[in-house]
């Protein structure tokens, strides 16, 4: 902060430079992953590390908690391969898209995530966004989400949901529906039991969890829009200099594909073993792609009040500037009282004249939110790669070559 302050040359005061400080130690501290009271507990017990490198070791004991024993009991029983039931274990699509694939990028997706909204938060004091006078304001939000993120109240809450026996209410654990490694023709199994007790809960806690935090960053960038901020509607980015929060919003694209692992890993069950066509599935597939984006682009839908503001007001300053220029260049150069000693080619006012029109014209051109084409295009991309496969499966060799083919002619 103090090399940027010397290449601006701006006098800063004392005072402004320790709420800087202050600011910077608030943003390095800050996270909406790492946290909470079940992570707090962890990290008394010494089961996890303070920072997030140990995601590795948490993804491999996770899979032995919650894979391995479905595996063990899946063998014992004789339910892992053979003909003894309809969908052995080993050739459960739905099991390897939840536990082998959903659940380690739901856990990676924090190595992702956490240091991307890092570093978003630490733009907003880097870029002076938020100016010093608001400085207090910014760490009050920042330790108000954090007191969100540590509270009891929906953690006990997600940990319910989470092991509520959902499977009591699902289709594939109804006994003679069709018969599979965790529910055969005579009631469930062992390790079909191991799975509703301890894997589905672990599982849909880890996903229960980042929901919550997913509605953490939302809730933070909505407080932070209220502030009175330095945005410039003549920005290159178009957004006022808030560009930044789409490169941050991409990441988020990771949950979106980790969700539609375990969507395509049912749909793939449903067509291997049930006999269903892709084309039953289609509007539902569709469905969850569009609701997929749509989810991951409203925090900065969020930002829309703000930006309008910041450009509506911009076309209000620079047209009144424009007003002034343009009545000072008509008095000089057209309805003169006395013809202007310096000749009018090559007179720096006329390019003067051309920039304060191209200013006024990227102002209207301002986009009302960061979110682009570019933004749009890479979480439809995340959300549609688990989805490849089960397309693939479902078509025809001949229809699909054909299409191939398309694509490359």
């Not at 017990?45 to 908690?65: D, S």
């Not at 009591?168 to 055969?184: K, M, Y």
């Not at 569009?290 to 930006?307: F, N």
């Amino acid at each position: 902060m103090e090399t940027a302050a010397k290449n601006l040359q701006v006098p800063r005061s004392s005072g402004d430079q320790n709420a800087r400080e202050t600011a910077d130690s608030a943003v390095r501290n800050f996270s909406i992953v790492v946290g909470g009271p079940v992570y707090d507990l962890l990290l008394r017990f010494h089961l996890v590390r303070q920072t997030l490198p140990n995601v590795w070791r948490r993804i491999v004991a996770l899979l032995v908690i919650t894979w391995l024993p479905l595996l063990l009991l899946s063998l014992r029983e004789g339910l892992a391969f053979g003909h003894q039931v309809r969908i052995p274990f080993l050739y459960d699509c739905a099991t390897y898209g939840r536990l082998l694939i959903g659940l380690p990028l739901l856990l990676y997706a924090e190595l992702l995530i956490d240091p991307a909204i890092r570093q978003a938060v630490s733009e907003f004091v880097e870029a002076r966004l938020v100016p010093d006078q608001e400085l207090p304001k910014f760490e009050s939000i920042l330790r108000r989400v954090q007191r969100m993120r540590d509270s009891w109240i929906p953690e006990v809450i997600l940990l319910v949901l989470a092991f509520f026996p959902t499977y009591l209410l699902q289709h594939e654990w109804v006994t003679g529906v069709i018969t599979n490694w965790h529910t055969t023709a005579t009631g469930m199994s062992a390790a079909g039991w191991w799975y509703a007790v301890v894997s589905a809960p672990f599982m849909r806690y880890i996903a229960y969890r980042w929901v919550f935090r997913y509605f953490l960053w939302p809730v933070l960038l909505w407080q932070i829009s209220r502030l009175q901020l330095t945005l410039m509607p003549t920005h290159p980015d178009r957004a006022a200099g808030l560009n930044f929060l789409a490169m941050t919003q991409r990441h988020f694209g990771i949950l979106a594909c980790a969700i539609g692992c375990s969507v395509a890993g049912r749909v793939a069950n449903t067509m291997l073993f049930e006999g269903a066509r892709l084309a039953s599935f289609e509007s539902r597939l569709i469905g969850f792609g569009v609701l997929s984006v749509i989810v991951g682009l409203l925090p900065l839908a969020l930002l829309i009040p703000k930006l309008k503001e910041v450009r509506k007001q911009g076309l209000l300053d620079y047209g009144r500037f424009a007003k002034t220029y343009t009545e000072s260049f008509d008095r000089k150069w057209v309805h003169y009282a006395a013809r202007p000693a310096e000749p009018m080619l090559g007179t720096p006012d006329l390019q003067s004249l051309a920039d304060l029109g191209n200013s006024f014209a990227f102002i209207e051109k301002m986009r009302k939110t960061p979110i682009s084409r570019t933004l749009v295009q890479q979480l439809a991309g995340w959300t549609a790669i688990p989805l490849v496969p089960v397309i693939i499966l479902g078509t025809p060799l001949p229809v699909l070559m054909r299409e191939v083919m398309k694509l490359i002619m």
